[in-house]
T-cell receptor, first 112, second 114 residues
Framework: DQQVKQNSPSLSVQEGRISILNCDYT??????FLWYKKYPAEGPTFLIS?????DKNEDGRFTVFLNKSAKHLSLHIVPSQPGDSAVYFC???????????FGKGTRLHILP | DAGVIQSPRHEVTEMGQEVTLRCKPI?????LFWYRQTMMRGLELLIY????????DSGMPEDRFSAKMPNASFSTLKIQPSEPRDSAVYFC????????????FGPGTRLTVL
């Protein structure tokens, strides 16, 4: 059973608008969350992370929000740019474990 | 640093053949991970090593899969015999410590089993 769920396989957003990618998790023991970005023919690269002690982390155009009670996190990209077109993976980790559990990914298309 | 290096980048083989995928982690990274990406299952962890020792292989699909890390700078993932359902992109990643540090991924090996 998927512990990290990204229910939207794809998302299309107009350039300049806000992109919101969603992620749900089932394991309440997760205490650290990450987003990775993947271009075609390349490996995933780390984008941004958030600890469970926070509810928001911002890095430039990228902001991750965490709602622990709902077991939900989201990645906001503002404004969206053509180079943001990629697959975005949500991932989670618990402190007692070395493993990172990834979701299936959401493909983001930024439309001109 | 050249980053994580994987070879080959593409592999096409016939069912029943042995396939060996190779990975060179970033120097100094103590952790090495093997992942498989498919449309159905997304990015799933197969096995990971700490200081060349396999720690968790619970993600290895079956006995046809094996992985080794003979030294700190080299790891292999072997499939014998290969089957069409093994077709996927296989990634190797390394990190200093996995808990809070990011993992650095290689470019992946696209495996096609006919």
């Amino acid at each position: 059973d998927q512990q990290v769920k990204q229910n939207s396989p794809s998302l299309s957003v107009q350039e300049g608008r806000i992109s919101i990618l969603n992620c749900d998790y089932t394991n309440s023991m997760f205490d650290y969350f990450l987003w990775y970005k993947k271009y075609p023919a390349e490996g995933p690269t780390f984008l941004i992370s958030i600890s469970s002690i926070k509810d928001k982390n911002e890095d430039g155009r990228f902001t991750v929000f965490l709602n622990k009670s709902a077991k939900h996190l989201s990645l906001h990209i503002v404004p969206s740019q053509p180079g943001d077109s990629a697959v975005y993976f949500c991932a989670a980790n618990m402190n007692r474990d070395d493993k990172i559990i990834f979701g299936k990914g959401t493909r983001l298309h930024i439309l001109p | 640093d050249a980053g994580v290096i994987q070879s080959p980048r593409h592999e096409v083989t016939e069912m029943g053949q042995e396939v060996t995928l190779r990975c060179k982690p970033i120097s100094g990274h103590d952790y090495l991970f093997w992942y498989r990406q498919t449309m159905m299952r997304g990015l799933e962890l197969l096995i990971y090593f700490n200081n060349n020792v396999p720690i968790d292989d619970s993600g290895m699909p079956e006995d046809r899969f094996s992985a080794k890390m003979p030294n700190a700078s080299f790891s292999t993932l072997k499939i014998q015999p290969s089957e069409p359902r093994d077709s996927a992109v296989y990634f190797c990643a390394s990190s200093l410590t996995p808990k809070r540090d990011e993992q650095f991924f290689g470019p992946g090996t696209r495996l096609t089993v006919l």
